[in-house]
């Protein structure tokens, strides 16, 4: 796994449970009937008021047409709760313009893009 976070990004909040349902998916589905293990890339940079955050697998990849299936809450087999859910997540918070960008295709891995405001009030870190 390599992490590549800008430091101009550090103190940027990410919804409740938004980052970790896309880590689990690549590294359960990257590593999903592969013989070699999975490269998995969590990178956080800055760009002006937002921060844009990805997680990308090499791993198997997705039929787009089921990726679409699964983002309309569609959810064959089960598969994909996680991903809808981010991206419902994201546009409650933060309104229609923003949600998952994700870029796969069958065997080609899967690259997942969350764009989001560095400051929105409402939105803070919890505290202990």
């Given at each position: ?84 859910n ?24 899967m ?13 803070h870190?919890?505290?202990?």
């Amino acid at each position: 796994m390599t992490l590549r976070i800008a430091p101009e990004v550090l103190p940027v909040t990410l919804p409740f449970l938004c980052l970790q349902p896309l880590v689990e998916n690549a590294v359960k589905h990257g590593l999903q009937d592969r013989e070699k293990g999975c490269r998995v890339v969590i990178a956080a940079r800055d760009a002006g008021a937002e921060a844009v955050v990805t997680v990308e697998d090499d791993g198997i990849g997705m039929d787009p047409e089921l990726l679409r299936a699964v983002l309309r809450g569609e959810h064959p087999a089960g598969s994909g709760i996680g991903l809808s859910n981010v991206d419902e997540r994201l546009r409650r918070v933060y309104g229609t313009e923003y949600g998952l960008v994700i870029e796969t295709g069958v065997g080609a891995g899967m690259k997942v893009t969350v764009r989001i405001p560095k400051y929105r009030p409402g939105v803070h870190a919890s505290l202990p």
